[in-house]
């Protein structure tokens, strides 16, 4: 596999920010790594991502101490994907949660998608032997929860598919802040490899009507005050249509996926060239896109082996 291949060459350590998005609200950012969400209630603290490796959650647990000594009760899980739940084990958790779809595909694809993910991000692996497996929640829901820390009161909803198909969002109502998971993401490439390209216009709307003053997203800074919403949210359906649109129109006409790439990267390269992750990023999504606009409705699962097969497609 080339050595340009998704992340396999960034070996450089990311300077990480944690950054107050209300009050009792924190973002943890680390240059277009994965985020984590924190907050704090009466009596403890509610995670949101728990991060590749309990190295990597350690992190997270220090900038957390740094504003307060409240034992850690929850953690959510936005969706499946292994460098978002594996760190889970740092957190000492009570309650671990996630959507059912989101538990359905640990059971269906968590290895597959681990094994994938370690040889795509070797830097957010390091420190590997401690993850003690997959990831389980303890607690799951359909369409929403709301668990209460103390008197804040904090909503977890399913409000579509995106990302992946069983992606939650987290809405503190008492600051008007939502915590997106990579439904929504800032100068960073969305991943859509389990993506669906269709229903993500639908599930940022319904972001958008919570008119929230601030988000949290997946990547990418701490989205504070409107009009950066407003921005971030637009540009990344902008960038999930500039991918799709493309590889829609060369599907219908019977277009190969090596014509696919070609005219993803006419559209997008002079739009996201500089976002954070988007080399890694645009093999994967151009392959799902593909997959969708031929009537694929659900995300095929990645193995390190269909990795290296679709890379090697689209380089031949």
Not at 235 to 245: P, R
Request: with cysteine.
């Amino acid at each position: 596999m080339s050595k340009s291949f998704a992340s396999q060459g960034d070996m450089a350590e990311k300077k990480t920010s944690f950054t107050e998005v209300g009050e009792g609200l924190y973002a943890f950012t680390a240059e277009g790594d994965p985020n984590s969400g924190v907050i704090i209630g009466d009596d403890s603290v509610m995670v949101i991502e728990a991060q590749a490796t309990p190295r990597l959650a350690r992190k997270v647990v220090e900038h957390i101490r740094t504003v307060t000594d409240k034992p850690i009760s929850h953690l959510v899980l936005t969706h499946y994907h292994a460098v978002r739940v594996l760190g889970a084990s740092a957190y000492g958790a009570r309650e671990i949660i996630m959507s059912d779809a989101a538990r359905a595909m640990v059971v269906e694809r968590g290895q597959e998608d681990w094994d994938s993910e370690f040889g795509r991000f070797p830097r957010l692996f390091q420190g590997h032997e401690e993850i003690p497996g997959l990831t389980w929640p303890t607690t799951t829901f359909s369409d929403r929860m709301t668990v209460y820390l103390g008197n804040r009161r904090v909503d977890i909803m399913h409000l579509g598919r995106a990302h992946t198909a069983g992606d939650a969002v987290v809405w503190v109502p008492d600051q008007e802040v939502m915590f997106t998971g990579d439904i929504v993401e800032y100068h960073s490439a969305c991943y859509c490899g389990d993506g669906h390209f269709e229903d993500w216009g639908d599930t940022l709307a319904a972001i958008a009507d919570y008119n929230p003053r601030s988000i949290a997203p997946g990547r990418g800074d701490a989205l504070v005050g409107e009009e950066m919403v407003e921005k971030a949210i637009a540009n990344t359906w902008d960038f999930v249509d500039s991918t799709y649109a493309p590889v829609k129109r060369v599907a219908g006409r019977g277009g190969s996926l090596k014509e696919a790439w070609d005219a993803v990267r006419a559209e997008c390269d002079p739009k996201f060239a500089d976002y954070a992750i988007y080399e890694h990023c645009l093999p994967f999504n151009v392959a799902r896109a593909y997959d969708e606009a031929r009537g694929i409705a659900t995300p095929r699962i990645w193995t390190a082996e269909r990795d290296q097969q679709m890379w090697a497609d689209l380089q031949g």
